[in-house]
Nanobody
Framework: VQLQASGGGLVQSGGSLKLSCRASRGWLDYYDIGWFRRTPGKERERVAC????????AYADSVKGRFTISRDHAEKAVFLEMKNLKPEDMAVYYC???????????????WGQGTLVTVSS
């Protein structure tokens, strides 16, 4: 399955954005899905993950209480709602299929196109 993230844009510090993850090829259904981000000079960081079987979620400490990951089977999408955005949240965001176990999620498969989130201070 090939995933594609969308919904990025320019927002002021303290603002909100909602990212969407959909399959550009294949089916998204029943996969555990994670959101990741990358900024220049840094390794890719796990942001949030969603376990399809029981709806369990996991978040990076830096986004807890501000970001929410959710799934809508009818829309065949996984969302990342981001509130109270900070300049340090600025990155290219990607979604990916993951293995989610014991609160940890590990991406597998190919990385699709990301979406740029820019936060102005």
């Amino acid at each position: 399955v090939q995933l594609q993230a969308s919904g990025g844009g320019l927002v002021q510090s303290g603002g909100s954005l909602k990212l969407s993850c959909r399959a550009s090829r294949g089916w998204l259904d029943y996969y555990d899905i994670g959101w990741f981000r990358r900024t220049p000079g840094k390794e890719r960081e796990r942001v949030a993950c969603f376990q399809d079987r029981d709806g369990r979620t996991a978040y990076a400490d830096s986004v807890k209480g501000r970001f929410t990951i959710s799934r809508d089977h009818a829309e065949k999408a996984v969302f990342l709602e981001m509130k109270n955005l900070k300049p340090e949240d600025m990155a290219v965001y990607y979604c990916a299929t993951v293995h989610f176990k014991d609160g940890r999620c590990t991406p597998f498969g190919s990385w699709g196109q990301g979406t740029l989130v820019t936060v102005s201070s």
